[in-house]
C-alpha cells in the first residue's frame, strides 16, 4: 500500500483528517480504523454526511470530485497494489497528450466500477507502482508497456520524448513477458534514439496512415525540427495545426522553408483540416514530389 494511505490509519485521527490527506477521500477500512462501525458509516451515509463514490470509498464532500480526486478513489477502490495507468496515468505524470473518457487502472484483483476500464493482470510488481501527488500511479517503465498495446511507435515514441524531458526515460528497454506489441516498444525506442520526437498532433498520426514510403518523424534538420522529411528524395511535409497562424509560428515556419529550400528541399505545407479531410488529395500531392528525381 503506497505509504500515504498508511499514515493516514495511524490511531488518533479522525475520519475527517484522514479524509483531507487524500482529497477529501476515505475508505471502509480507513473509517472502521479511526473508530466507525458499519453501522455507523451507514448511518452517516443516509444522513448524506458520507457519500459513496465507490463501492469502499466515499467523500465527505457533497461538490463533484476533481479529475484528480477520481483518479485516487479509482484507485482505493481497487483495492493495495493498484495504480491508474495508461491514459490517465500519462495525463497525470505530464507524459502523454492521450485521453480517454474511461480512467484506466491496473490492479491485480478483479473489479467492475462505473466509468473505469480496470485492467486486470496477475504479473502487477509493486514495483510497478509509485505515488505522483498522492496519486497512485504506473511507474514510466510500466506505462511504457501498456502504452505499446495501444499506441503506434510514433505515438509512443512522443510519449519517451516528454518523458525525457522529465528525466522519465529508463537506460534500457522495458521487458514484457507475455505482451504482444514489443515490436511497437522497440520501434518506439529506435525512434527515440534516432532523434525523433515522435508525432506531436491527430493531423500527423493520421498523415502517417497514408500509402506512403516511411518519413523521418519530427527530426531536427538544418536547426529547425521538420514535421516530415525524406531525405533521398529531398522532400519535406509540414502540417500546420492552427498556432501556425500565431505571428512568432509563421516567421519560424518561413525560416524552416527557407532553409530547406537553400538545401534543395521540395517543400509542402498542408493544414491539420486538409489532413483530416482531404487526405486522398495529399497522399497524392507527396506521392507526385517524391516521384521527381531530385536536382544535384
Known sequence: MPAHLRLAKVAGHTPRQIAARQRDLITTDQLLSAGLSAAGITRRVRASELRRVFKGVYTFSSAPLSREARWLATA????????????????HLGVSRFHSSLIDVVSPRKRTLDGVRVHFTRTLQPQDITTHKGIPVTRFRRLLVDFADVLTPFQLANVLHRGALKGLVPPDIP?????????????????HESGSTGTRSTAEDVFLTFDLPEPLVNVAYLGFEVDFRWPEQRVAVEVDSPPHGRPYNRAADVGRDTALDADRYTVLRFSADDVQSYGRQVAQRVRDALSVRPTS
Do not use: D, M, Q, Y
Open 175 to 191: 521487458e514484457a513477458p507475455g505482451r504482444h506489441n514489443t515490436t511497437t516498444l522497440h520501434k518506439a525506442f529506435a525512434l
Open 76 to 91: 482505493l477502490a481497487c483495492g493495495e497494489s493498484a495504480g491508474i495507468s495508461h491514459f490517465a496515468a500519462g495525463t
